[in-house]
């Protein structure tokens, strides 16, 4: 199992924000649905429909494609009125590399940090040093040596990229299914082989050959980027996801609030057709969606981040 | 009965940790989510997880009665962070709606240790069993307890492991430390009320 080793020592005084308390908050995640919202009235909705948490954000991934500039960190008052609002967790989304909007988002309380793909990146190098917070961090990935490379800065949550804002799921399809391809493909590895394998994936040779071992990441892996109907979600979770984050496809449907339930109880139970097809009953309208095969390559947030 | 099979409520949350740690104290494990699982079961564990949506989805899908039922007419049960709160008779502080399976008389606060920020591991003595690692995540605490309800542990002066009858709950996840002598309590709970 994926215990994390304490690297408390064994005394009184407790510890904050160790491994083991940052990954362990991700797996009381697992088998929920993390919704984009933008107020406390859509946070309210979300956590009536069974959310088992919130992102906060000021505009949703199919707004920011829409708006086009500079996508940053959202408000602090808008964050604190979120949290003020709901009692499950709240995330907040920093740009890769700006870690003092991390700093910020630790400061004002949030639960999780979001080093996200999703805003314009800070820094086109390095992301942010994820140890150096008592706040857990999740980031995306397109394949396995990205996320042991998110891993190896401190990442305690791993979520697929997908290509958010896009109402189309295909893209976390291809990410999930190329992590999940690359763990098998080591789970077959002698100890020889890894030394390369780590090479190749340009990721810490530790990590590598705990995967191996594992048959798994060391961390949750969730699934985001594109889920718009409870299927989606289902299909996610069928794939390998423990959980599924569901940003503009929510709050930029007909019907927010029936959507989002039916997509909780569709991830819940992602391997009973009937309920999914229940689910996903008079749902009203789905978001619009891009085809994204037609989006050019600058805008495609799946390749920032290295 | 020698192998007692015990589910896990897997509507959300850290089933897979539990299911192991089942596994590693001898028992058979296996995930509930529908009331003709539930009763195949000699024994459930309630995982970690948002105690508002396991409660929802418990609701949702007609899992709340046969619960009450099963554990009123003595199925024994041990609840983790958000499965202790689901075992707790009332709520504090419950969102609309929250219910609870019950099943221990105490009334609990959720988060009450704090936001994840605040979240921690400490050692905690746990009466009969010893010191564990404890990992407290946004956990709850038990605010007062009823004459029957046994005392198992406290943390900073706050009530965090409690026992009543075959009901046994913790604030804290055993299931993500490698250290299944919790577990093991529990399954020789079913063990002997069967």
Not at chain 1, 82 to 104: D, L, N, T, W
Not at chain 1, 216 to 224: D, E, G, H, I, M
Not at chain 2, 12 to 18: A, I, K, S, T
Not at chain 2, 122 to 142: L, S
Request: glycine share 10%.
């Amino acid at each position: 199992m994926s215990t994390t080793p304490s690297s408390t020592p064994q005394s009184d005084s407790p510890a904050i924000g160790t491994a083991r308390v940052k990954r362990g908050m991700a797996e009381q995640l697992k088998g929920g649905v993390i919704m984009d919202v933008v107020n406390a009235e859509q946070a309210k909705i979300a956590e009536d429909a069974g959310a088992v948490a919130v992102m906060a954000l000021e505009r949703v991934p199919a707004d920011i494609r829409k708006d086009g500039g500079v996508a940053r960190m959202s408000d602090p008052n808008m964050i604190e009125e979120i949290i003020g609002a709901v009692s499950i967790p709240v995330m907040a989304k920093s740009r890769i590399g700006h870690f003092v909007e991390a700093q910020v988002l630790q400061s004002l309380g949030v639960d999780y940090i979001d080093e996200s793909e999703v805003l314009t990146p800070a820094d086109e190098v390095n992301h942010s040093d994820k140890f150096a917070f008592t706040t857990p961090f999740v980031c995306g990935a397109t394949n396995l040596g990205e996320a042991l490379r998110r891993i190896a800065e401190g990442a305690a949550m791993i979520r697929s990229k997908g290509e958010a804002g896009t109402g189309n799921v295909v893209e976390a399809v291809r990410h999930l299914r190329q992590i999940k391809n690359e763990i098998a493909k080591l789970r077959g590895f002698d100890n020889n082989e890894l030394y390369a394998a780590a090479k190749e994936l340009r990721a810490p040779y530790e990590l590598v050959k705990e995967v191996s071992e594992l048959g798994k990441l060391p961390v949750v892996l969730f699934s985001a980027g594109g889920v718009a109907t409870p299927a989606d979600a289902a299909l996610m979770r069928q794939l390998g996801a423990e959980g599924v984050f569901v940003g503009s496809g929510i709050f930029k449907s007909g019907d927010p609030a029936k959507r989002a339930a039916a997509i909780v109880k569709a991830t819940t139970f992602f391997d009973d057709p009937k309920i999914i097809a229940d689910a996903s009953r008079n749902l009203g309208e789905a978001m619009v969606g891009i085809n994204c095969d037609t989006l050019p390559e600058t805008e495609r947030y799946a390749n920032r981040g290295w | 009965m020698n192998t007692p099979v015990i589910g896990v409520l897997a509507l959300q949350g850290d089933v897979r940790e539990h299911l192991i740690a089942l596994a590693a104290a001898d028992a058979v494990a296996r995930p509930v989510r529908r009331p003709e699982e539930l009763a195949e079961v000699d024994g459930l564990v309630i995982p970690g997880g948002e105690s508002t949506t396991i409660s929802k989805l418990a609701a949702l899908f007609g899992m709340l009665e046969p619960l009450r039922e099963r554990v009123r007419a003595g199925l024994p049960v041990y609840g983790t962070c958000a499965g202790l709160i689901m075992l707790a008779d009332k709520i504090l502080d419950p969102r609309s709606g929250q219910e609870t399976i019950g099943g221990i008389e105490m009334i609990v606060r959720r988060n009450a240790f704090g936001r994840q920020n605040e979240s921690f591991e400490a050692t905690v003595e746990v009466a009969g069993v010893g010191p564990v690692e404890g990992v407290f995540i946004r956990a709850p605490w038990v605010e007062s307890v009823g004459a029957e309800t046994e005392v198992l542990a406290e943390h900073g002066g706050h009530i965090v492991a409690v026992r009543q009858g075959n009901a046994l709950a913790t604030s804290f996840h055993p299931e993500l430390t490698g250290d299944h002598r919790m577990h093991a309590l529990f399954v020789d709970m079913v063990r002997a009320a069967s």
